[in-house]
């Protein structure tokens, strides 16, 4: 019997992506240990990773072990419904209190992931007549979730201030947005929040942040962008946080004004119609709040290893970030895959981000450091990116 006619499409468009160098798998990597950097492939070699966005080192770490395995003995696994058909737990309850206070902000909303968070409030908050201006390297849910809005999308160039104010001049029609990551993910730079803010204030426009590699990282306490600027909450409308990067958990919240969260809370679909945030996990990211306020020298190590990392001379170009995403520019997809080959032959794991990641010509090794490497880890990976020139 032949194949039905799509598997033809289908196998053609992946045979176009292998022979672009753009083949993508999924890699069987087990941790060992509980620090979460030291993995074990389907082969049983060992390997030291600088690819997790676990950047204070806390997916392992016994306090959110402990205090999840004392929730799930309480509330099981799952929620089992929709937030509001099932009920709020208490510990829901208490981890968006504690969120709220630590940002300074009136209320925060749990959702089930950052990418179902992005799209949720562009869909609540954005009218079809209003105008989104976004940096041309934001993440790909705020782009999603801007097109979802229905709304007019302007992208400006990256960090490029004058490009958004000339978009935010030539609005018309209903209100303007401004759209940014906090800290960008793959190029691991710091969003200008508050020339971002002035403009926001000059042009009437609010702003939505997404601080999904800021939050733990940047800022005094880790209260990410606001607190790096200095600025008062109330200047950035809308912040989005996830929980599964510097947290160590998964999920993601928003923070900001109370109307803000009601409206989220009715219109968002993403958060009406989705599965409540397991209270196990609730609890482990209510563990990591405590750690992630209060363990300063996890921010202060991971400063150290940047520091330390940027001295090397490498077959690459450094990119300038000061955060614990050190991207490695080296240009042409295929270059990026035989790096990343060859570091693995040495036992490191870093992983090779190429189009549609990142742009045509920009693939790069995407280098993060993790409170959880030591210095002997980071001086490895020095030595190893020499040796590859
Ligand atoms: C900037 C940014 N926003 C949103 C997300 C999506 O968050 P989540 O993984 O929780 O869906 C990610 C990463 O995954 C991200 O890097």
Redesign the pocket.
Known sequence: MNPPPQEARWKEALATLRAAGLWRELQPLQPQGDDGIRLRDAQGHALLSFASNDYLGLAGHAALRAAAQEEMALSGVGAGAAPLLGGERPVHAALTEALARWLGVEAVLLFG????A?LGIFAALVGRSDGIYADRLN?A??VDGARLAGAHLGRYRHGDLDHLETLLQRHSGGRRWIVS?GVF?MDGDIAPLADLARLAERYDATIIL?E??AFGVIGAGGRGSVAHWQLDPARVGVRMG?L?KAFGVY??FVAGSQPLIDLLRHRARSFVYHTAFPPMLAAAALAALGLVEGEEWRRERLRSHVRHLHGATTPGVWMPSDTPIQPLLVGEAGHSLALSRALREQGLYVPAVRPPTVPVGAARLRITLSAAHAPEDVDRLRLALEQCR
């Open positions: 992931s950052g990418y179902l992005n993440h849910s705020l990551d993910s997404d999904a590699h996830t599964g999920g993601a």
